[in-house]
């Protein structure tokens, strides 16, 4: 589906992206782990059209969308959750839900609002709260749901277990597996290495900017190398 070949990308004079090479295929979870710094948020927020790629390309499907703004590219699908789970804490759960269905028609919202509700009951039944007021967990569901609400083809989601306690954690995995098992393809960025390649298909391990190992989910779990340096074993 997505089809990444020698990106870089520079802050100003500095290179902090060289030549990364990486794909992801429909239905698919390929999970990224690094070190802190390592590049992780700017590859998604290259994805993303964030961040412009100072070389390399981007092809969706085939279709070459290194050039496309990132307004263009969540209309094609592509949609991210940003780190830190930023909801709009005044305004209701629902309120936030519907704005993350912005680029679609009214009729397809609803229908979309009603499938994350049966995905997700805890946010049903706290639909009229203010958003500030649910648990860490909860609005990292509510953060997630939100960019489901755009239909995304590929969800990138940026270190979604950050900040929260080791019993969320495992809620938040159980949240992002069960979005799979429907059939979203997602690309996983995570300093959890252990759960994230635990649930992953693919993973690929990125190092000062560059990818140095890629493989299986299960196979970089029990890498030498990966243990060492992120699993701590
Ligand atoms: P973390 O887990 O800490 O978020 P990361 O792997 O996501 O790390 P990035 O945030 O992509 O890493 O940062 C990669 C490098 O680029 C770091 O050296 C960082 O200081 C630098 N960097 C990030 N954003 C900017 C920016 N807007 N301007 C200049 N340098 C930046």
Excluded: W
């Excluded at 759960?93 to 009214?106: A, P, Q």
């Excluded at 298909?201 to 989910?217: M, P, W």
Aim: with cysteine; proline share 3%; hydrophobic share 40%.
């Amino acid at each position: 589906m997505l089809d990444i070949k020698g990106v870089n990308c520079h802050y100003g004079r500095i290179q902090v992206l060289h030549g990364i090479d990486l794909a992801i295929g429909e239905g698919e979870l390929v999970a990224l782990v690094g070190a802190n710094g390592a590049g992780k948020t700017t590859l998604l927020r290259t994805l993303s059209g964030l961040e412009p790629a100072s070389g390399g390309s981007i092809a969706l499907d085939g279709r070459d969308i290194t050039r496309h703004s990132s307004d263009k590219r969540v209309r094609l699908g592509i949609v991210q959750v940003p780190e830190g789970r930023q909801v709009f804490a005044p305004m209701s759960v629902e309120d936030n839900l519907i704005i993350g269905g912005y680029t679609r028609s009214e009729a397809e919202r609803e229908q979309t609002l009603e499938e994350v509700y049966a995905m997700f009951p805890v946010l049903e039944e706290r639909r009229h709260t203010a958003a500030g007021t649910l648990s860490g967990g909860q609005q990292q569901m509510l953060v997630i749901s939100r960019a489901l609400m755009a239909r995304p083809r590929l969800l990138l989601l940026d270190e979604p277990s950050m900040g929260l306690s080791p019993l969320l954690v495992d809620e938040v995995f159980a949240t992002i597996s069960k979005l799979r098992d429907g059939g979203t393809t997602i690309f996983l960025v995570e300093q959890n290495a252990y759960m994230a390649l635990a649930i992953a298909d693919r993973g690929y391990v990125l190092e000062a900017g560059r990818v140095t190992l890629a493989d299986e989910g299960r196979a970089l779990l029990v890498n030498e190398k990966v243990k060492e340096a992120y699993l701590g074993i």
